[in-house]
């Protein structure tokens, strides 16, 4: 079933199909999360709320102005954003991140390699990057979004992302040194 037919059925009153809905983008919505929160626990509980959001808010999706999976990753980045403008979030810092969960058994110290990278590029992303462009570049390179799914997300033209993207790098770069 696709994500029209699903959403379709919650709004008959059939709910419980509105769990396919939350097997089928909990990871990709945890990836993107985790990537501008650096946080496992608060990003658990992020996608839960924003999974909440999302179904309290569902007959206002308008499959007309964009994908379902466009329109709750703005939802999902608008309410990333907004925890982490809180004072709640402030209280955390960059060396608070958890990348426990990644760790492999097949290849840990691999694994340890990659986490200490990417803990290092979301540090280097919230030192050097606006929230705007933090948001962006996980979009992009994190969850795998086009830029075209992004200017539809973020509502900003695709010659601002392209822009964002580049110069975003550049900055990351000038922050991190990735050997091979």
Known sequence: MDDLQVIRLVLQGKTD???QLME?????MFSFVFNMVG???DTEDLVQEIFFKTYENLSKY???KSAFRTWLYRIASNHTINYLNS???RKHTASDIDTSFLEDETDIEAEA????RIRMIVAAMKKRLS?????IVALHYFSGLSVKEISETLDIPDKTIYKALKSS????KQEVTIDG
């Open 24 to 28: 089928r983008y909990h990871n990709e």
């Open 39 to 41: 946080q496992y626990q």
């Open 17 to 19: 199909h509105y769990g």
């Open 169 to 172: 790098i550049d900055k990351i």
């Open 131 to 135: 929230k705007k462009h933090q948001n």
């Open 62 to 64: 308008d499959p007309d």
């Open 87 to 89: 004072a709640f979030h």
């Open 113 to 116: 390699i990659k986490a200490e």
